[in-house]
């Protein structure tokens, strides 16, 4: 027999759940439950639970469609030898793919209250609504979905300071630490996993080193506002959160052979009520790794666009600190009702959640019974430079009159400096003009006359492409890359892009985005064919400008014009890979030349001639052979 508990089904049916204490206990032989269908259970103080008799019902709460536990500012411990059961589906789930978790719930067997440290096999197989098996486990690579098992090859933890540590079926993982875990079976599938235990409450303290990484997480069975976490005074340790990704198309366990890495988010303005900011995040370059775990070279593909504030039960990420090492601290003030889905800015890793709604943000703030409203984006553009065919990295310059043109905490967002090949970044001061730190999340004060430095280092010969790919409430009408080698301004807002091929080294006061072409008489239109100067134009710019370029694919040769005769020492062709496809050296000072292109593929390539004086003219050319 079993004893659904009606008074609160009944309330659950109306309005979320408020009470002082709650205490589950059987009934004699009789089980009891409460059991919350699509809402949030609000308990002031302490959970009091009793394990349910042997049967199908043996949780004494049941967290079942988007349903949360939040508790009080109390500083009551949980208690007891019952548990919750709360559901977190993982998407695109196989056993080749790491995400990164951490649990809401400890092992209850440890002790008689308080939080304890959760294992492995505090994870059940759900298999009706209320009635779960604990998981079995495996030591081979691979995971089955039925039975669910779970390979406990792939279950590390990384504490402060690492390294990396097994957690084999040890109850050694502490409240507020995360942990890998590789999913199950060999297609991609939507996989329940059923963490049973005591719920985790109160405040929990996680240790961070300075300027590392320390693997953490939502450690409640309720949304977590990381804005509250950044912002809360005994936090200002922290300075950004790190989300992997990794290419789920890959199946391979051959650390050599997967692509993944870390997207960066920021909060933005200290918002604690949710109104205005919803921060920033930027994509994760997917890069190889070579056996030793460090960076071994960029190819295309990054992760998908998430959104980060609000992190979802189960949601694993790494707790970046900047100069100071100390303790950080979730609290249950940090926690929120918000329904998981990417219209609330909510996700567990992937879109594609079972769990995902496209409602507004509509999440109820137990501490004042508010209803949220949208967020608006701070005005902002999402930059995307990308080097040749190897890869891409994702930036975002934002705008904001509350910020400075050094760091910021909370607007900038350091760099993870993954790419081996090419990086991009703005160099920002930190603490002192001395202190230049690479970020990929810059937010600086809007002048139309301002100019953002950015910086490319390369350790090769790149073609490289830089353009705007997203423009959110932007106060100026275009945004320019400003290369002042020649005063040359690329437009890169409105499809337009900068295409400069740049020589292996390190591209610093160089270049700078800025927010008009023309801030000063000298500046030229980067976006033209090279053909027309302007009357202050230099030297440089006079040779650029008198060579012509014209791409014969009726005859599938490259003629060039040089009527002033300029003394060109080498013509190079370049693949958007970066690879030298054509060379000819002492061409010398004529006034027309051309090369064959008809070895060469249908596609775009990149042509650079120097000068005996070191004047370097590059041309972009489409090649569409007839054949």
């Known amino acids: ?5 009606l008074l609160f089904a009944a309330m659950l049916l109306t309005s979320p759940v408020a009470v002082a204490q709650l205490y589950v206990t059987p009934n004699g032989a009789t089980d009891s439950y409460v059991y919350v269908n699509d809402q949030i259970l609000f308990v002031e103080q302490d959970v009091n639970l009793v394990e349910n008799n042997a049967g199908t019902e043996q949780a004494s709460i049941y967290l079942r469609n988007q349903s949360q536990l ?8 949980n208690s007891g030898t019952g548990y919750i059961s709360v559901i977190q589906n993982a998407p695109n789930d196989d056993s080749w793919d790491y995400s990164f978790w951490s649990s809401p719930i400890g092992n209850q067997t440890l002790g008689g209250s308080g939080n304890q440290n959760f294992g492995i096999l505090r994870v059940f197989d759900s298999l ?7 998981t079995a486990t495996t030591t081979s690579v ?6 669910l098992t779970i390979s406990r090859r792939w279950l590390y933890k ?12 040890n109850n050694n993982v502490a409240p507020g630490q995360g942990f890998t875990m590789k999913g199950v079976g060999t297609t991609n599938h939507n996989q329940k996993y059923d963490f049973r235990g005591r719920p985790n409450n109160g405040n929990i303290d996680v240790a961070v080193i300075a300027t590392e990484a320390t693997f953490s997480g939502n450690p409640y069975p309720s949304a977590l506002d990381l804005n509250r976490v950044f912002w809360d005074a005994d936090n200002s340790e922290i300075t950004e959160f790190w989300y992997w990704d990794e290419d789920r198309t890959i199946d391979s366990h051959m650390f050599t052979a997967n692509k993944g890495g870390y997207g960066v988010y920021v909060p933005g303005a200290s918002d604690p009520n949710g109104t205005t900011e919803n921060g920033i995040y930027t994509l994760p370059l997917f890069l190889n790794y070579d056996s030793a775990g460090n960076p071994s070279g960029g190819s295309i593909g990054s992760g998908a666009s998430y959104d980060r504030r609000f992190a979802p039960i189960g949601q694993g990420f790494m707790i970046y600190a900047g100069s100071s ?3 950080i601290t979730f609290k249950n003030s940090h926690r929120r009702y918000i329904v998981e889905g990417a219209a609330n800015d909510s996700q567990f890793r992937n879109p594609g959640n079972d769990n995902v709604l496209s409602s507004p943000l509509v999440g109820i703030d137990p501490s004042d019974g508010n209803v949220d409203e949208p967020d608006n984006r701070i005005p902002q553009i999402r930059i995307h430079t990308f080097f040749g065919e190897s890869h891409y990295r994702d930036m975002v310059l934002a705008l904001s009159d509350e910020s400075t043109d050094s760091y910021d905490r909370g607007y900038d967002g350091r760099h993870p400096m993954d790419a081996s090949k090419g990086e991009v970044y703005f160099p920002v001061a930190v603490g002192q003009d001395t202190n230049i730190k690479p970020f990929v999340i810059q937010t600086v004060p809007f002048e139309l006359t301002k100019r953002i430095p950015i910086t490319f280092e390369l350790d090769k010969e790149f073609p490289v492409s830089v353009k705007v790919v997203e423009e959110v409430n932007l106060p100026t009408t275009a945004v320019y890359l400003l290369d002042t080698s020649d005063n040359a301004a690329y437009k890169i807002t409105g499809g337009d892009s900068a295409d400069i091929f740049l020589p292996a080294g390190d591209y610093k006061d160089r270049f700078y985005i800025v927010f008009r072409n023309s801030p000063n008489n ?12 302007k009357a202050t134009a230099n030297s440089n710019e006079q040779i650029r400008g008198s060579v012509d370029f014209f791409q014969n694919n009726s005859v599938a040769q490259l003629e060039v014009k040089n009527p002033e005769e300029y003394d060109i020492k080498t013509a190079h062709v370049y693949d958007m890979a970066g690879k030298l496809v054509i060379t000819q050296n002492n061409i010398g000072p004529v006034r027309n030349f051309s090369f064959s292109t008809a070895s060469l593929s249908d596609g775009v390539y990149l ?3 120097t000068t005996v004086d070191n004047v370097a003219i590059d041309y972009k050319m489409t090649i569409h052979n007839k054949r």
């Open 142 to 147: 691979n995971g089955t979905v039925s039975p």
């Open 128 to 134: 009706t609504v209320t009635n779960s098996v604990v």
């Open 70 to 77: 939040i508790q009080g500012a109390t500083a009551s411990s």
């Open 158 to 169: 990384y504490p402060a300071g690492g390294p990396w540590q097994a957690i084999h079926l």
């Open 607 to 609: 042509v650079k001639l």
């Open 522 to 533: 000298d500046i030229i239109d980067g976006n033209s064919t090279g053909l027309a100067t």
């Open 1 to 5: 027999m079993k004893n659904l508990l």
């Open 325 to 327: 090492s100390g303790t």
